[in-house]
């Protein structure tokens, strides 16, 4: 009898301490159950602000991207082309001291690397393009990346014919594909025509007003001169020029000697005291 009384106390706490035991674990299942919520919370929570402070970035970059784009045409335009000559003339109190690049028959072989070279030095130019040299995908690409880069795109018709030798409905197309090429390309028809040669026609004229183009040829260039076809020699003449003055249209070519010499004009003319005339600062552009 005793030995039973003692068995049924001793299985009553065996079976206590195992519900004890198991209640303990259970308590604990439930802490870390809640600790387990509580850290999804503040995940949720720091996701939240975490996104909070990307779109609040993003707007910002947004604004700044916004606001450099409308800081890149000037209010009021602060040159114009002389006609009589193509120099740039500064309107009321603009900078005389100036000088505008451009770079014709773009994009044949070095154009991207010149507009590379110009972009980090920070000076503006209109690159001049000819149809026949924009026809690829490739050349398409290169045209886009220089439009992007901030450069103007100006009209040298399709295939660098005289146009005195044209009738007027080949100079239409000469000069009308082109600009209809560069606005499928950068979005934007160019705002500036220049003859091959320099050679216009009654009807250009009329067809690049029509066109809401400024006309435009040169004050001096010499990189189509073998004399000149060194980076050495273009370098020195174009910068050493007794026809260098102030609002010089400098005529430059998409050539491998002038895209080598090109960061020693660039330097040269500032040296002198020469700036660089952004085309979108120029009357008629932003018309």
């Not at 890149?72 to 690049?101: F, H, M, R, W």
């Not at 924009?134 to 450069?151: H, Q, V």
């Not at 000149?228 to 020195?236: N, P, V």
Request: glycine share 6%.
């Amino acid at each position: 009898m005793k030995l039973k009384v003692v068995y049924i106390m001793f299985v009553l706490l065996f079976v206590l301490a195992a519900c004890s035991a198991q209640s303990e674990t259970d308590e604990q299942a439930d802490n870390g159950q809640e600790v387990q919520q509580d850290n999804s919370v503040d995940e949720e929570q720091a996701g939240d602000e975490a996104s909070k402070v990307d779109e609040d970035q993003a707007s910002e970059t947004d604004d700044e991207v916004k606001e450099g784009a409308e800081l890149e045409l000037p209010e009021e335009p602060l040159y114009k082309i002389n006609p009589t000559n193509y120099s740039i003339q500064p309107i009321g109190e603009a900078d005389p001291k100036v000088v505008l690049l451009t770079i014709d028959d773009a994009p044949d072989k070095r154009a991207l690397d010149m507009a590379k070279t110009l972009k980090r030095l920070d000076a503006p130019a209109i690159f001049f393009v000819n149809g026949h040299f924009i026809e690829t995908d490739e050349k398409r690409a290169i045209l886009k990346e220089i439009y992007e880069m901030g450069f103007v795109i100006g009209n040298h018709t399709k295939t660098h014919a005289n146009l005195k030798s044209l009738t007027e409905e080949e100079q239409r197309e000469e000069i009308l594909s082109v600009s209809n090429t560069v606005e499928a390309v950068t979005g934007e028809r160019p705002k500036f025509f220049r003859a091959p040669f320099g050679v216009n026609t009654d009807f250009s004229r009329s067809l690049a007003e029509q066109e809401g183009m400024q006309l435009m040829n040169w004050s001096y260039g010499y990189d189509f001169v073998k004399e000149y076809m060194t980076k050495e020699k273009i370098a020195d003449i174009i910068v050493n020029t007794e026809l260098l003055s102030n609002g010089s249209n400098l005529l430059m070519h998409d050539r491998e000697w002038t895209a080598d010499a090109l960061e020693e004009i660039v330097n040269g003319l500032r040296e002198k005291g020469y700036e660089f005339v952004d085309p979108k600062s120029i009357q008629g552009y932003a018309d």
